[in-house]
């Protein structure tokens, strides 16, 4: 299957500092890449679509001047938390689109816990 | 508001015992995806099913599209503590449009 990676698989940051987080799609072309935020035992919260070149669409409710998102290629995707707080701790997901006959299906990265002190 | 309910939120059963999660909706689908997450990692798609009616198996599992294609169903036969985790059910719209179910709990007990 599809494979996409994230980096980092872990990241601490300080109150007030900003954190990049990479997706990659590494064995196929993504013009789709989503961003999923996660808590404990629940689903995954869409935050924003990202198409290749253009900018991303938030869902409801998602600070775009918070969560900045750059598709600047066909394999990768980033999301830049900005000024975080530890209220945007969280566990958070990248997937990508297509990469095999069904381009409804979506892979995705391993995840990366952000823990904000 | 969720548009893809699951059902059971929780479900602990005993090694050896069968068990069905369910994901429904009052909307149609032009695909469904299912996944499976472990606690850190994240999710691993286990099958996609496409036509209403389909049904799919994957070893111990089972999985159905509804006629309507509004709905699924995953079975577990004689479930193993390996079987552990969070399952999600995913539909697809036209478009760019994916919606992930409220989630599946399992712990299966040794």
């Known amino acids: 299957g599809a494979v996409v990676s994230q980096h980092p698989s872990r990241v601490i940051c300080k109150s007030g500092t900003s954190v990049k987080i990479e997706c990659r799609s590494l064995?196929?072309?993504?013009?789709?890449m989503f961003w999923y935020r996660q808590f404990p035992k629940k689903s995954l919260m869409l935050m924003a679509t990202?198409?290749?070149?253009?900018?991303?669409?938030?869902e409801q409710g998602v600070e775009k001047d918070k969560f900045l998102i750059n598709h600047a290629s066909l394999t990768l995707s980033t999301l830049t938390v900005t000024s975080a707080h530890p209220e945007d701790s969280s566990f958070y997901i990248c997937?990508?689109?297509?990469?095999?006959?069904?381009?409804?299906?979506?892979?995705f990265g391993p995840g990366t816990r952000l823990t904000v002190l | 508001t969720q548009l893809l309910e699951q059902s059971p939120q929780f479900l602990s059963i005993q090694e050896g015992e069968n068990l069905t999660v369910y994901c429904n909706s009052s909307?149609?689908?032009?695909?469904l995806q299912w996944y499976r997450q472990e606690p850190g990692e994240g999710p691993v798609l286990l099958v996609t099913?496409?036509?209403?009616?389909e049904v799919k198996k994957l070893k111990r599992l089972t999985f159905q599209f509804g006629d309507a294609r509004k709905d699924s169903s995953l079975h577990i036969t004689a479930a193993q503590p390996g079987d552990t985790g969070l399952y999600l059910c995913?539909?697809?719209?036209?478009?760019?449009?994916?919606?992930f179910g409220t989630g599946t709990s399992l712990t299966v007990i040794p």
């Open positions: 099913v496409v036509t209403g009616g």
């Open positions: 909307s149609v689908f032009s695909s």
């Open positions: 995913a539909g697809a719209r036209t478009g760019n449009q994916f919606y």
């Open positions: 064995d196929f072309q993504a013009t789709t």
């Open positions: 997937s990508a689109r297509g990469g095999g006959g069904n381009t409804d299906t979506q892979y």
């Open positions: 990202s198409n290749e070149g253009s900018k991303a669409t938030y």
